[in-house]
């Protein structure tokens, strides 16, 4: 079965703390996202990757950066973390060329910054 | 870009009835269309898709529909169970050959025992 880890289910944060949410794959799989997920607001794209060192950004990318040095694993950065990014983080993976867009979620990481 | 539009945002029915949710999109090019299941704790699972060339596709007792020419798909649930009690998001991707999906805004399913 693909496996995606989110490294951290919950963290508790300051503000203007820095924060990594590291993410791992094992299925080889050319994409990696960062979603965001809040109440009545669905899933939203912050960045996505379709290989090493590669990014693109999301529908909300302000205040977030990643970083791609491997294949398998994904970090989303938050440089200077504030209230509003209070919220559930979610990992996904998938391949570039499959006959679906299967996207393999991970279980999540909530973030709560005070 | 793409717009997608999920209702309703929730959803009771009492154990055996059916369910459905329904989704819109704007982006005409889009042609393929998820749906995933969020149980409590975890991540979004993939549970039926259907691409832009077909009408309707069945798996056990969920079925997705699509009409193109109104723009909108629906998911239909049978038989419910209380396992069925979860999120469910639909997805679209802004045109074709893109897997930057723009999601719904997710249904609460409760299944009433």
């Known amino acids: 079965d693909v496996k995606v880890t989110q490294s951290s289910r919950y963290l508790v944060k300051r503000t203007g703390e820095k924060v990594f949410l590291e993410c791992v794959q094992d299925m080889d799989h050319e994409n990696m996202f960062w979603y965001r997920q809040d109440p009545g607001l669905g899933l939203r794209l912050i960045y996505f990757s379709y290989d090493v060192k590669m ?29 509003n990014q209070t919220s559930m983080y979610l990992c996904a993976s998938s391949f570039r060329l499959a006959d679906t867009g299967e996207l393999f979620f991970g279980e999540g990481s909530r973030l709560t910054v005070l | 870009g793409e717009n997608v539009e999920q209702h309703p945002s929730t959803l009771s029915v009492q154990e055996g009835d059916s369910a459905v949710i329904k989704c819109t999109y704007s982006d005409s090019a889009s042609n393929y269309f998820p749906w995933y299941k969020q149980e409590l704790g975890k991540g979004p699972q993939l549970i ?13 007792r969920i079925a997705v529909t699509l009409n193109k020419t109104a723009k909108h798909f629906s998911l239909h649930i049978t038989e419910t169970q209380p396992e069925d009690s979860a999120v469910y998001f639909c ?9 930057k999906y723009i999601f719904g805004t997710g249904t609460r399913l409760k299944v009433l025992a």
Do not use: H, M, W
């Open chain 2, 48 to 60: 039926i898709d259907i691409r832009s060339n077909v009408g309707e596709k069945k798996d056990q």
């Open chain 1, 55 to 83: 990014k693109e950004k999301g529908d909300i990318p302000e205040g977030y950066s990643v970083s791609r040095e491997k294949k398998e694993r994904f970090s989303l950065i938050l440089e200077s973390a504030s209230t």
């Open chain 2, 91 to 99: 997805a679209a991707p802004p045109g074709s050959g893109t897997y």
